[in-house]
């Protein structure tokens, strides 16, 4: 596998930005399968590398993998500040597209994240359902009305100036479960013990209700990369 940092200029964000690729060396890469792996509230492009065993994984398995930098954005185009769901929904698909031959089609695309990136994930994929075959969401930070209500001053002015005055249904993981008439296969991963294990078991009910194709799995864990490193492996023996 080939590992490569690659720092461009992005037009939705108007700024010079990165994201790191892991990419079979074997075959065409115009045949791979492509997962958009995103990093969590602090992290970077680089930490799935760096904290997992997810280039090994993507070896087994032979597909590509393309891990963009958001900062603490939560992959939304935000209030006050940059396009950041536009740039990994749209932008960035057509970028390594041009870089790499990497395929665009559906039935190759899967997109995949850690907490602030499983919501991130779980918005591409039930906004444009038509772009990803499957979805995987780890300790996913869902319940984004909740994190804005309640949360601490700092934490409610950030998620502010992301959302605005409220968080509109185009952000809401809730109302898009239940907007969405035909979604990729999602599957969900939280640890038991993780202090955000609530958003799992209430999206978990809410894919029930509306009978999405799905699996959830929970075992004992908390917010950290060793239940993330075994979540993404677990993700990518269930897809490929």
């Known amino acids: 596998m080939a590992f490569l940092r690659c ?9 010079s930005t990165s994201f790191c690729a892991i ?21 970077n492009c680089t930490n799935w590398e760096r904290y997992t065993s997810v280039e090994r994984y993507a070896m087994e398995h032979g597909i590509a993998v393309i891990m963009p930098e958001v900062q603490r954005s939560f992959y939304t185009d935000m209030n006050l500040g940059l396009k ?11 970028e390594v597209h041009h870089l790499f031959n990497l395929p665009t089609a559906k039935a ?39 994190i804005y209500e309640t949360g601490p001053k700092i934490k409610k002015n950030e998620m502010k100036a992301i959302y605005g005055d409220s968080v509109k249904n185009k952000d809401d993981i809730f109302y898009l479960v239940n907007k969405v008439k035909k979604a990729p296969f999602i599957y969900l991963a939280c640890g038991e013990s ?8 209430r999206l978990d009910n809410a894919l029930q209700a509306k009978g999405l194709d799905y699996k959830y799995e929970h075992w004992d864990g908390i917010h950290d990369w060793a239940f993330w490193d075994e979540a993404v492996k677990r993700a990518f023996n269930l897809f490929f």
Not at 23 to 43: A, I, M, R, T
């Open 84 to 94: 950041y769901f536009e740039f990994v929904s749209k932008e960035l698909r057509e």
């Open 7 to 15: 720092d461009y200029r992005s037009n939705s964000l108007v700024m």
């Open 23 to 43: 990419l079979p060396e074997d075959k065409p890469l115009k045949d791979s399968n492509v997962v958009y792996l995103l990093h969590g509230l602090s992290d």
């Open 194 to 201: 993780d202090f955000i294990f609530s958003h799992s078991q």
């Open 108 to 146: 190759k695309n899967y997109v995949m994240g850690l907490s602030m990136g499983g919501y991130g994930a779980l918005k591409c994929a039930l906004t444009y359902p038509n772009r990803y075959n499957g979805c995987a969401a780890f300790s996913p930070a869902v319940d984004v009305k909740e």
